[in-house]
């Protein structure tokens, strides 16, 4: 299958304008195509295969937003981008396990970076914070709040699949629920 | 009254609740475009004039935002986690792999075992040598043969050399000599004692008397056990020693006994003296007195006398770890092995001399004496 795919890796503008077209083969191609590089990178520098699908889909996702908010410019090759990303994403990692020797292996040409690790960062931790505060939220409200704001459904259908009988008690109900999600996201220090 | 305070209070709560829920719902219309441009134009009017709610419009604005991208990052990792599912880690990981070479993989796979091995030998090695006292003998053990410094001695050579050229007339090819040790005469006709292992391994045996006369001798008897052996001079040159002085004694000494030696650890000879200081040598060797002596390599197969001129023992050996802890062989083996000489070697069987004739004398005049009956001896291989 690898060999299939790799025989086909697409162009860098086409994954860009994929991923702004909201394809979903586009994110598939992208990941089947540069994870070996990954995988390589990592286990030939203290990781396991776990460790690469961690970083991997860590750096995937630094793309995905940079290329959504109209910021990745293709300057470089979407390929080194990737390497250097999850170069830099492992070096900190092996350094806060305190596995990193001062010494790592390299597979391929990468980019210095200092741009935009922290504010990454930042948003990682605001989402460990709206995760931790929906688990803590628990049912019904959490499916609520999901279904309301992230998934987009109207309150007509949120109303029936709860089976509230009348779409004020819904309206209440939500009312309540993000009362206390944001209380409790707040709360987190 | 108070009861009326707090029903007032708890109305205006539920009064706050309604409102708030009210402005939820309506900045959730506003937000999500469901107003008509009049309502929209009022909404906008009452965040202008009232800050607290428009800093609520915002906070709200930008929390729901939080929750609609934290939704999206949910549903991004679990595509990519399905993704992943589909591919074959397992085989991609075994082909970028740098795989190391074949010994350092060996030991990767099976270190654990090596180390167990690896210490179950060294454990066996160390317990053998323990309990078969290799390790408390051997390590510091020095036998003071001397290992002679070619350069300097061949000047010295030459020098013999060319006295015995110009004495005798005799001419003679010399080669360097190997080793070095110190021999005594036993009789006067030329048996000298020495230790074993100066002339071990040897394929020729020269003695040098005091006065540089070089004579040939011939290895009559060894006994390598208690590290003795017998030359006689077998050299035409030689007429004879005249009346050995000193005697040999049978008997052990007593401990605290003053002893000393003379001998050839460097091409002139040397004195020392000092004490028997243990009637058993190395871990209680019966065959050895431990003395303190200073001696060094070239003192062996020297003669230890004691005050009274008397043969006690023969120089042998040191501990090179402790300060002043010497060896020799005690006379009485000297004695045995004098009587073990195979008739055949002798043409008469030796004679010892049983009148001591340095007991009288001072110290220096013993050495006087005893000179010209202590040789370096050489030897060549």
Known sequence: MSKDLKSSTPTDSEIVFGILNNSESAVKRLYVAYFPMVLQLIVNNNGTPDDAKDIYQEAIIVLYNKIKKGDFELNSKLKTFIYSVCRRLWLKRLSQMNRYGGDIHDFQEYLPFEDDAEQHNERDIQFNKMQSALQLLGEPCKTIIEDFYIHNRSMQEICESFGYTNADNAKTQKYKCLQRLKKLFFQQK | ?381
Do not use: C
């Open chain 2, 1 to 381: 009254m108070p009861a009326k305070a707090e029903k007032a209070i708890f109305s205006a709560k539920i009064e706050e609740d309604m409102r708030d829920e009210q402005l939820l719902e309506v900045t959730e219309r506003y937000l999500n475009g469901g107003m008509d441009a009049g309502e929209r134009r009022a909404f906008e009017q009452l965040r202008k004039e009232n800050a607290e709610v428009d800093i609520w419009v915002i906070e709200h604005q930008q929390f729901t935002g939080l929750l609609k991208q934290y939704g999206e990052r949910v549903e991004l990792e679990n595509r990519l986690n399905a993704i992943h599912q589909e591919i074959d880690v397992h085989a991609i990981a075994e082909e970028v792999m740098v795989h190391p070479s074949w010994i350092v993989q060996l030991w990767r796979d099976h270190h654990s075992k090596i180390s167990v091995a690896a210490s179950i030998a060294i454990f066996a090695i160390l317990g053998t040598l323990f309990f078969t006292g290799y390790l408390n003998n051997n390590s510091s053990y020095v036998e003071l043969r001397r290992k002679v410094e070619s350069l300097n001695r061949s000047n010295k050579n030459l020098t013999t050399a060319i006295q015995r050229i110009n004495t005798d007339g005799r001419k003679m090819a010399m080669t360097p000599d190997k080793y070095r040790g110190t021999g005594f005469a036993i009789t006067s006709n030329g048996l000298i004692a020495t230790n074993y292992h100066v002339i071990n391994g040897a394929d020729s045996v020269y003695v040098q008397n005091a006065a540089g006369k070089l004579f040939k001798v011939k290895v009559v008897y060894t006994e390598p056990q208690n590290d003795i052996a017998i030359l006689k001079i077998t050299d035409t040159a030689f007429t004879g020693l005249g009346t050995i002085p000193y005697t040999f004694k049978r008997t052990e000494s007593d401990l605290a006994e003053n002893v000393y030696t003379y001998g050839y650890p460097q091409d002139s000879p040397v004195y020392g003296d000092g004490r028997l200081t243990s009637s058993n040598g190395l871990n209680s060797d019966t065959i050895d007195y431990q003395i303190s002596v200073p001696i060094n390599p070239g003192n062996s197969g020297g003669p230890l006398l004691d005050s009274k001129g008397n043969v006690i023992g023969i120089v042998k050996a040191k501990e090179t770890h402790l300060e002043g802890v010497h060896f020799a062989i005690k006379s009485g083996y000297l004695l045995d092995a004098i009587e073990n000489i195979p008739t055949d070697s002798l043409t008469h069987k030796p004679v010892l001399n049983t009148k001591n004739t340095l007991s009288g004398l001072t110290r220096v005049q013993q050495i006087k004496k005893l000179q010209n009956y202590v040789f370096m001896v050489k030897v060549y291989n």
